[in-house]
């Protein structure tokens, strides 16, 4: 992706530094905030025996490694580019497009929808209008997932910006309330719909960037082999030896990448329907 000299976001909250401390047992609390983690597709495991972090503790003088500096400039740009296509869509169908913040952080966040620790891995709060990122999630692309290259951490920005728009579009609402009125299994197949629409979301910011001639040769395959790298079946059947389908919140390696790609070659909104595919 050319993005040196590009603009960078000026919606990026950094919080890299700051500490976080363990100030409360288990209890009702903890489920509410592996709930809060779950349902935005994060893995609440690691949660299990924390309630509340206090990351009021700021480091005021930390400095991160080049790379990881130039990694933080690198998704403040993408951040900035989503904020131009989406902006430029939302006014075409007669609307506003309200940008969301990126915190950058390391260790453990507090957000609306609760605390969460690097091992949840990038996630959308539609609670504050937040996308959070660990930058060493970058490392684990490419070491645990063989995910590598830029291209990839922007499909991951992309997608979480798409959940943004899902929230603005009252769809991310629809889907949860869902939740009370279905069991497990069904509703996870909602999550599955609204994930892989964040993916052809994504594919649609992509096509955008490729038509400013902002993606370099390679990058597309980048964001494609991210896509199939996080789907649920390859993620389960590399953690556990074995899939349970039922249990998928995020849709296939097929599925990510096929909508993806979708999304990219249309670069229009209305073939990302989910929701009415008979065939995902």
């Known amino acids: ?14 919080r890299r530094g700051r500490t976080s401390r ?13 709930l809060a983690i779950y349902f935005l597709g994060g893995d609440p495991t690691n949660l ?12 005021t003088n930390y400095q991160g490694t080049a790379e990881e500096n130039e990694l933080a400039d690198f998704v403040s740009v993408v951040l900035a580019e ?19 913040k990126l915190v950058i952080y390391n260790g453990s966040v507090q957000s609306a929808c ?30 645990k997932f063989k995910a590598p290259g830029d291209f990839a951490m922007a499909y991951v920005v992309a997608h979480e910006v798409g ?20 069991s497990k299994e069904e509703f996870n197949k909602y999550l599955v719909r609204l994930e892989l629409q964040a993916d052809y979301l994504a594919g649609v910011w992509a096509h955008y960037a490729e038509r400013m001639n902002l993606l370099e040769q390679g990058d597309l395959e980048e964001a494609l082999n991210a896509a199939s790298a996080v789907g649920d079946d390859r993620i389960q059947k590399s953690m556990q030896g074995y899939v349970v389908p039922e249990s998928f919140t995020h849709g ?15 670069g229009n909104l209305s073939e990302g329907d989910t929701f009415k595919a008979n065939n995902l």
């Open 1 to 14: 992706m050319r993005w040196k000299g590009r603009r960078k976001s000026t919606n990026v909250e950094d």
């Open 22 to 34: 363990r100030v409360l047992g288990g209890g009702v609390g903890t489920i509410v905030i592996i």
């Open 48 to 59: 299990l025996d924390t309630v509340q972090l206090d990351n009021t503790s700021t480091n």
């Open 82 to 100: 989503t904020e131009d296509v989406w902006t430029k869509l939302f006014r075409e169908k007669g609307s506003s497009y309200k940008y969301p």
């Open 114 to 143: 609760g605390f969460s620790s690097a091992a949840t891995g990038p996630f959308y709060c539609p609670g504050d209008y937040k996308l959070y990122i660990d930058l060493s999630f970058y490392d684990e692309l490419q070491r």
């Open 163 to 182: 959940h943004h728009v899902q929230t603005l579009l009252g769809i991310n609402e629809q889907v949860m309330s869902l939740r009370s009125r279905l």
């Open 252 to 266: 296939t390696s097929e599925q990510r990448k096929r909508w993806f790609y979708k999304g990219f070659k249309s």
